[in-house]
């Protein structure tokens, strides 16, 4: 598995693709700690570029990676190894160069202007929100042959996790105002996993906001050692489970 | 010439009348209550190292009382240690262990009553139920202490320092741990508190009620329970103080409720849940702060009027101001804002377009807390950035018309 998985890797360094990524990261990052006059502000801004531009790249990257490589797969079928193992290996490929881009380009510059609380954890979610992604694209390319369609599937996906559920869960939140919500908002937060990674870099950014709010739920909750444990077990489950789904089509799908 | 000789004669005359009387455990003057029998006013009692078990001593001569050595003078957790009523009293290098708790009266480890010129130098007061207790004095000066207490629930912890219906005080130097209020004044005016650190204090590190004309400076404010308190006051001059995590959902930094003519120069805001939370004030200058990383730099209430912030740097607060309507009185210019997004085309270092410090999220965050779940979020970014083009629900006078481009130099 991990010699088709090299494979994968090579090919997609060799597209070049992945290397203005990382390029592209690298600049914005570092012109963001070098222009800004204070590192938080620099940090928020890479906030948003973790919860935006990094899942639409990982989606639309993982989807358009499947499709282009669906020859490779077919020919990888007539060999005597199993549909998991080549899915898997095909995944395992995206996901790494991904989240190794980001690394090289996000995590470097944060390692050296802001090696902090806040710093590692925007890496964890950036780490964490690319590999959701790569396995959501997954399961939307398995799901249908057309290439358009995959990548149209893989884009309302984007648009529903950063907007679209956002503005649902407001919604929620302003009609249901009188009954106690701060129980349901561990639930309303695991429903989307880009909620979850921006609270779990909000403890640490904005802790002292964190705590004036009238219960202290989030403190008290995403702050334990048992709501840190919850972050990343369902982003974990974010992970694994789209992925499992991805197999148990492909398992059974007639290419 | 015959007239200075006889001064400096008599002055001589004088400073050998004052005795020194020693206290030591194993000699015939072997508690503080001897030694003051037979002490009459200047004298000094030198009080060497030992425990002194002598339940409550009260002091009505004008002594100086200095402990050599590890002086502890311990109130078994029943009395109340020493009762100070004479002026001109000075107490100095002497430990004071578990006084008692009374709910009846005020018990503490020092007692000062209807006294002036008392000197409270150099102590360490543990486990007391109030520490220091000043009441209707005047030109008291408690410098250097260490007062460290255990917190029990608010009602059965007194205050560090408690001045009630004092002038002239000094408070210096001192740090105060685990009581109540760290500082707490009352009725007290003209009177400076100065270089002191106040932590941990279950309530407030420093609480000022109907006291005039004080100020304080240089102070350390950190981790109350809810931060400072200044109450029903007027022309309070806060400077150089930190106020600092002050966490909670009822902490701030600074609370002012009916102040006026204060003011606030110099001071650090730092990690605070609120910096300063402002009700019913007037007239205050709010010059020269530094507001960084707190959850809400300021909150004003619309009960506020004339008070002027100018000159502060707004650096990495998650919300710069809030307020709980849109009327505003007050008047917010030339500071700087982090948040800032304007432009400087005449290059003269202030922006060309006025800053909104309320953002339309922290309005909604007043009304329906559970929708912090969303702060820093896309969409609520598109809320915030449309309500910054066409202002509807915040207040369209809050506004900074000459915000800085550059932080100020603090």
């Known amino acids: 598995m991990l010699k088709l998985s090299r494979y994968v890797l090579y090919d997609i360094v060799r597209s070049k693709i992945i290397i203005a990524y990382t390029l592209f990261l690298f600049l914005v990052s570092f012109s963001l700690f070098q222009l800004e006059e204070n590192e938080s502000k620099a940090i928020l801004s890479l906030l948003n570029i973790i919860l935006i531009v990094l899942p639409l790249v990982s989606i639309v990257f993982s989807t358009i990676h499947y499709y282009n490589s669906y020859e490779f797969i077919e020919l990888m079928l007539s060999q005597p190894l199993s549909r998991k193992r080549i899915l898997l290996s095909e995944f395992f490929g995206v996901a790494m160069s991904l989240s190794g881009a980001f690394f090289v380009g996000v995590g470097i510059p944060v390692l050296i202007f802001s090696f902090n609380s806040v710093g590692l954890s925007l890496l964890f979610t950036g780490v964490m929100l690319t590999i959701i992604f790569a396995s959501l694209a997954f399961l939307a390319s398995v799901l249908s042959r057309d290439k358009a369609k995959g990548i149209g599937v893989t884009l309302l996906l984007w648009f529903y996790f950063t907007l679209i559920y956002d503005g649902l869960v407001l919604m929620i939140l302003f009609s249901f105002s009188d009954y106690p919500l701060e129980k349901i908002i561990p639930v309303l937060s695991a429903l989307n996993p880009v909620d979850l990674g921006r609270i779990f870099i909000m403890l640490k950014m904005d802790v002292s906001a964190l705590m004036g709010v009238t219960s202290a739920m989030y403190q008290d909750f995403f702050g334990s050692f048992i709501g840190v444990l919850f972050t990343v077990g369902v982003m974990a489950l974010w992970a694994i489970i789209p992925l499992r789904f991805a197999l148990l089509v492909f398992n059974k799908k007639d290419i | ?410």
């Open chain 2, 1 to 410: 010439m015959r007239l200075l000789l006889l001064i400096l004669l008599s002055t001589f005359w004088l400073q050998s009348l004052s005795r020194n009387i020693t206290v030591a455990p194993n000699s015939s003057v072997n508690t503080l209550t001897k030694g003051l029998s037979i002490a009459s006013n200047g004298d000094t009692i030198t009080v060497k190292s030992g425990t002194y078990k002598d339940g409550n001593t009260v002091v009505t001569k004008s002594v100086t009382i200095i402990g050599e050595g590890n002086v502890i003078f311990d109130g078994e957790d029943k009395y109340e240690i020493l009762t100070i009523s004479a002026s001109g009293v000075v107490i100095k290098n002497i430990t004071f262990n578990s006084a008692g708790y009374s709910a009846l009266k005020d018990f503490a480890a020092i007692k000062i009553i209807d006294a002036s010129k008392v000197i409270i130098e150099s102590n360490r007061i543990n486990n007391a139920y109030f520490a220091i207790h000043v009441s209707n004095s005047s030109s008291v000066t408690i410098r250097n202490n260490t007062l460290f207490g255990t917190p029990k629930s608010e009602q059965l912890t007194g205050n560090g320092i408690h001045l009630w219906k004092c002038n002239n005080a000094l408070i210096e130097n001192n740090r105060c741990t685990g009581y109540r209020d760290g500082i707490y004044f009352e009725f007290v005016g003209n009177s400076v508190i100065r270089n002191n650190w106040s932590e941990k204090n279950l309530r407030y590190g420093l609480h000022f009620m109907f006291s005039n004309d004080d100020s304080y400076f240089g102070n350390t404010f950190k981790n109350n329970g809810a931060g400072v308190a200044v109450m029903y006051s007027k022309r309070v001059k806060m400077e150089n103080n930190h106020f600092q995590e002050n966490w909670g959902p009822s902490a701030y930094g600074l609370l002012l409720k009916d102040i006026a003519d204060s003011h606030i120069n110099g001071n650090t805001f730092l990690k605070n849940t609120v910096g300063i939370h402002m009700e019913g004030s007037s007239r205050i200058d709010i010059q020269k702060n530094i507001f960084k990383s707190n959850g809400w730099a300021v909150k004003i209430q619309a009960s506020c009027d004339d008070n002027n912030f100018h000159q502060n740097n707004f650096i990495g607060n998650s919300f710069d101001v809030g307020t709980n309507g849109t009327m505003v009185l007050n008047k917010f210019d030339n500071n700087y804002w982090d948040k800032y997004e304007g432009y400087d085309l005449n290059k003269d270092g202030i922006g060309d377009v006025p800053y909104h410090p309320v953002s339309l999220y922290s309005m909604i965050i007043e009304q329906n807390p559970s929708t912090l779940m969303l702060f820093r979020s896309f969409t609520v970014q598109l809320l915030d950035k449309a309500e910054k083009m066409i202002p509807g629900a915040t207040p369209e006078n809050l506004i900074d018309n000459k915000p800085l481009m550059k932080s100020l130099k603090l």
